[in-house]
């Protein structure tokens, strides 16, 4: 394992379930750690429970290009170099295509397609030029199984496993790695708009899927787990 301290660590998606579970982890191990979200309040929260300083907390939008690219030029401008991207946002709209609406389904991509597309293509012109760093992103096992209801989710999902794969091998030659994640439910507060009986607690612990994204942030540079898949127990669909 290689220590992710002194590492610049950003975690977008810093306030849900998963995303706050990480960051605490990271901090914990010595990452300097830069957080966004949309909820500056909850932000602040972490950022005082994890004492990170007010300069690595940043209000964004994933969904905006306008505001990623603002807040990436501003952590840019305080550290050329960020070693490892875990981008932990998503919202999942999951409903049968009779009441999945065109607005349902263009947000699920804006926010969990596109948003991934606008930070990865700002974070990537400075890895590129280190020819090292990490990308872990979290399309879920739904991005690689598809289940009843999920079309719009599982479109946004499919989508960024496409996407990562093909960055992928625009930079083989680099050391930039890219992992993507595929977890089954997790207890989050993802699932508290989404009409659905869920067994919550079959589910994954979100410190549990947290301490997966962190023994990804270790991995020796000499090799990349291109990808993990981790279920609930009971629930395992490959
Ligand atoms: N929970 C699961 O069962 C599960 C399973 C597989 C994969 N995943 C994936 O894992 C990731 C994290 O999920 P989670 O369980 O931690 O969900 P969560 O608790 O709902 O957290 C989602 C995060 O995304 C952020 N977010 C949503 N829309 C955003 C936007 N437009 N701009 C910026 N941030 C935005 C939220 O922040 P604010 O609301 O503060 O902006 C929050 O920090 C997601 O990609 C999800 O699809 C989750």
């Known amino acids: 394992m290689q220590s992710v301290k002194g590492k610049i660590v950003l975690v977008a998606g810093a306030t849900g379930g998963i995303g706050a579970q990480t960051v605490k982890l990271l901090v914990s191990s010595g990452a300097i750690v830069y957080i966004t979200g949309r909820n500056l309040a909850k932000l602040n929260q972490l950022a005082e429970a994890c004492r990170i300083s007010s ?23 305080q550290s050329p ?21 065109s607005d349902d389904f263009q947000k699920t991509i804006q926010t969990n397609l596109m948003g991934a597309f606008y930070l990865v293509k700002a974070v990537l012109p400075s890895m590129k030029i280190q020819k090292k760093g990490l990308i872990i992103n979290i399309p879920g096992i739904l991005g690689k199984v598809p289940m009843a209801g999920a079309a719009a989710y599982s479109a946004s999902k499919y989508g960024l496993v496409g996407m ?3 960055i992928r091998e625009e930079i083989k ?19 508290d708009t989404i009409d ?13 899927a947290a301490k997966a994204i962190w023994f990804l942030c270790q991995q020796p540079v000499s090799g990349v787990v291109s ?4 279920q609930p127990f009971n629930h395992q669909a490959i």
């Open 227 to 230: 990808e993990m898949v981790l």
């Open 81 to 101: 170099v960020i070693d490892i991207l875990v981008n932990a946002t998503g919202i999942g709209i999951i409903k049968p295509m009779e009441s999945l609406s």
């Open 196 to 208: 659905l009986r869920v067994q919550k607690e079959k589910m994954i612990q979100a410190e549990e």
């Open 55 to 77: 300069d690595h907390v940043f209000q964004m939008d994933i969904a905006d290009e306008v505001s990623v690219n603002r807040v990436i030029d501003n952590i840019l401008a």
């Open 164 to 166: 990562m794969q093909s």
């Open 173 to 191: 030659r680099t050391e930039i790695r890219i992992t993507n994640l595929f977890l089954g439910g997790v207890d989050s507060p993802f699932w």
